[in-house]
Nanobody, 114 residues
């Protein structure tokens, strides 16, 4: 059974940076898509960024130019480098894996103070 373990969340001031990591354990089928989603209080979960196993990326308009998603296929790990953070980026960030099945991580809280 595939599990996703996230790390790297925390508290940061506006303008700062954080790097999230998500490691997948178990048998990972390819092709697949790994990505990051977020859910702010009182809002629906939204896509932040995704990357396919071949390296194609997709970003939400709100994070383009500030966030960078990358992955290490050898380690089954996906990263999200978040720069120029804004208070509106505050949310629980979830890692996601989609292949013949879908798996979600437990979430990691990112808080950006103004």
């Amino acid at each position: 059974q595939v599990q996703l373990v996230e790390s790297g969340g925390g508290l940061v001031q506006a303008g700062g940076s954080l790097r999230l990591s998500c490691a997948a354990s178990g048998s990972i089928f390819r092709p697949n898509v790994m990505g990051w989603y977020r859910q702010a209080p009182g809002k629906q979960r939204e896509m932040v960024a995704t990357v396919t196993s071949s390296g194609s990326t997709n970003y939400a308009d709100s994070v383009k130019g500030r966030f960078t998603i990358s992955r290490d296929n050898a380690k089954n790990t996906v990263y999200l480098q978040m720069n120029s953070l804004k208070p509106e980026d505050t949310a629980v960030y979830y890692c996601n894996l989609r292949t013949v099945f879908e798996v979600w991580g437990q979430g990691t809280l990112v808080t950006v103070s103004s």
